[in-house]
């Protein structure tokens, strides 16, 4: 069939399903209510076929590149014949293919002719799903009753009417009414999508649409299968590490990973990581498996479409009862947050067979959500705090890493809060936002820099919840050949009376006064290659920026910079250069 398939007809068919999920990506940045999800970005858009494969997508923060599908294939395995145009479909529940519990998807089925023949659906980070804690991250979670209201497939819209039942008894066990009407978005979203694949309908014939998709599908597998096959046959293994599960002081993660690629084809197995811990720090299949593919996607032509071809020739090995593959009733919430040393085992196993194409480590999560009351409004309020946890990213052969970028799980997705809005949305006094000297790791190529945040609280009743990874010291961001490791993260909070509040990693901060000053240190990502390599005219424009030190420069790269004029001194950096 696919012989007989005109191959700029497929590429047209391709950008016009890609274009579709980016209209309905539009559609949500006009239309939720939370800064989650209008300024951070924090959702994906796709289309799918009847059986639940990845048409198309746009994934406006990576590690939902791939939490669509596996979701949409129970939606239709649950409902089997019982789906019906105009039908709109809920699902957050991790133990049936979803990846967070905060993470709601929103499922429309297509149909063309009277049968069902495409899914329109978008997922997006809500700011509360109820559960135990507000705004869904419950380091105390030991269950995931806890943790947030499960949704399994659940119609709110059948036959396009309201089932104003189902619709009261969710939103009843949910805090905030924002949510509400981010997922009333969410379903106006997959409108967009529906109306514009009828009008893609008028365009392609059912057998000449058919035909397009198994070609595209074919396409992007057989340009992963040329990726894959450009790799050394070999095992390869990456080892790394979390840090604290929330209840054990001192605990810690290992994630094993042996990546095995023989011929065209690639196993990833992750068999001897750690077993589940009690706590929230574990990861749903589904989180571990979108971890995995985007930081794989970051290692191949990014010109592939992405379709279900992706996956053809790649096969993931985690056994259930792992921290990557929790059993229910586990929680999970801290899931998507294990992208960072998943990642980090990717990399490094990697480094034996593509060193030139491979990063040095990405700074860790350190997030923080701060719950309370807005004095201003007399109303709730909540966030997760994006400006500050944004640090860099690892360096690679022949470019420095980006600065404030963020997690490599929200890499190029997720969007800094703008200072104004952070300050209408939230009960907060902006001090200082600014990168972080001293923050990147040293290399030929240095990694991405960290930034400094500092605001004071001005909210009452405040709640903080740390779920991070990142201030343990063996969690900086790793150099590699010869690079150096980005900063460690810190956080601290300082009360009004003097008070210094570190919190742990994982740590439920409850009853921070009014007038306390936040700050946060979102360290940078780590270096690639010698320090001594890096053009010295670069080192020294990084201490005219202020974002390395004279003692920096000196120590880590064998620059002489005169601390009074900012001037090199060249003999004495040639001295000590030579001297190494």
Not at 18 to 39: D, F
Not at 433 to 461: N, P
């Amino acid at each position: 069939m696919n012989g007989k398939v005109d191959p700029i007809q497929a590429s047209v068919l391709h950008r016009r399903l890609k274009s579709i999920t980016e209209e309905m990506g539009s559609t949500l940045l006009r239309t939720t209510r939370s800064p989650i999800l209008n300024e951070a970005r924090d959702f994906v858009t796709g289309l799918y076929d009847a059986r639940g494969r990845m048409l198309e997508q746009t994934e406006y923060i990576p590690v939902l590149a791939f939490a669509l599908q596996p979701a949409c294939e129970q939606v239709i395995a649950h409902f089997g014949d019982d789906i019906h145009e105009g039908d709109v479909i809920l699902h957050n529940d991790v133990f049936s293919g979803g990846n967070q519990n905060n993470d709601v998807a929103v499922f429309r089925p297509i149909f063309r002719g009277g049968r069902l023949f495409a899914w329109a659906a978008c997922k997006g980070h809500q700011a509360d799903i109820g559960g135990a804690q507000a705004g869904g991250y419950n380091p105390e979670a030991r269950e995931v009753w806890q943790e947030a209201l499960r949704i399994p497939p659940l119609k709110v819209h059948e036959r396009g009417r309201l089932r104003r039942d189902v619709w009261r008894m969710v939103f009843a066990n949910i805090r905030y009414p924002i949510v509400e009407e981010d997922i009333k978005a969410q379903i106006g979203a997959t409108r967009i999508g529906e109306r514009a694949m009828h009008e893609l309908f008028e365009r392609f014939d059912e057998a000449t649409f058919d035909a397009c998709i198994d070609y595209l599908f074919a396409a992007s597998e057989r340009m992963v299968r040329h990726e894959i096959a450009a790799i050394p046959d070999g095992d390869y293994e990456g080892e790394s590490w979390a840090f604290y599960d929330g209840v054990r002081d001192g605990s810690k993660m290992r994630i094993a990973l042996t990546v095995r690629v023989a011929g065209d084809e690639i196993v990833f197995d992750f068999s001897g990581s750690s077993p589940q811990t009690p706590g929230f720090v574990n990861a749903p299949y589904s989180a571990t498996a979108s971890a995995l593919l985007l930081t794989f996607l970051m290692l191949i032509d990014p010109q592939v479409p992405h379709n279900a071809g992706i996956l053809r020739p790649i096969r993931i090995v985690n056994p259930e009862g792992s921290f990557l593959n929790a059993r229910f009733p586990a929680a999970t919430t801290f899931g998507n947050s294990i992208t960072g040393p998943t990642s980090d085992a990717i990399f490094r196993a990697f480094a034996q067979a593509l060193p030139k194409m491979v990063t040095a480590g990405w700074n860790r999560m350190m997030g923080f959500t701060i719950t309370g009351r807005d004095p201003r409004r007399d109303r709730p309020y909540v966030d997760i705090l994006f400006l500050a946890l944004k640090g860099g990213s690892g360096a690679t052969f022949g470019a420095d890493g980006y600065d404030h970028i963020g997690l490599i799980n929200c890499a190029g997705g997720i969007l800094a809060q703008d200072y104004e809005m952070f300050e209408l949305h939230d009960p907060h006094r902006l001090l200082r936002h600014e990168y972080a000297t001293d923050s990147a790791g040293a290399g030929c190529w240095r990694g991405g820099l960290g930034v400094e945040t500092e605001f004071v609280i001005d909210g009452e009743d405040v709640t903080g919840i740390a779920f991070g990874d990142g201030i343990d010291e063996r969690a900086r961001a790793f150099g590699l050949f010869g690079g150096r490791p980005g900063s460690v993260n810190r956080l601290e909070i300082v009360q009004p009376d003097g008070t210094l509040r570190r919190p742990k990693s994982k740590e439920i901060l409850r009853g921070i006064p009014r007038g306390s000053v936040y700050r946060q240190h979102a360290g940078g990502g780590g270096g690639y290659g010698d320090p001594r390599e890096r053009p010295v005219q670069k080192v020294v424009d990084d201490v005219l920026d202020g974002v390395l030190s004279v003692e920096a420069a000196y120590a880590d790269y064998g620059v002489v910079v005169d601390p009074a004029t900012g001037t090199l001194d060249e003999a004495a950096t040639a001295g000590l250069r030579s001297r190494r």
